[in-house]
């Protein structure tokens, strides 16, 4: 497992994430470009683009950039 404490520590920031959250937040994660990621849970990149909007901002009551999502899913 290369992220063994990912699952954990998401759902404690984020406990009624949904399943295509989830999957948003992994790919990010493994780093897969948002092309990718717009493919595999089919929805357009825009989609994808304002999903990670929403997640940022469910976590830290802040509107921020998609980019700063990716980089807090980094963190982690």
Do not use: W
Not at 24 to 31: F, M, T
Not at 32 to 53: C, F, G, L
């Amino acid at each position: 497992v290369t992220y063994p404490q990912f699952f954990v520590q998401l759902k404690s920031i984020l406990p009624k994430i949904s399943d295509i959250e989830y999957k948003v937040c992994c790919l990010v994660k493994i780093q897969v470009s948002m092309q990718n990621i717009a493919q595999i849970i089919n929805r357009s990149k825009q989609s994808v683009t304002m999903i990670r909007r929403r997640l940022y901002e469910k976590i830290h009551g802040l509107a921020a950039s998609a980019k700063d999502f990716d980089d807090f899913i980094a963190s982690i």
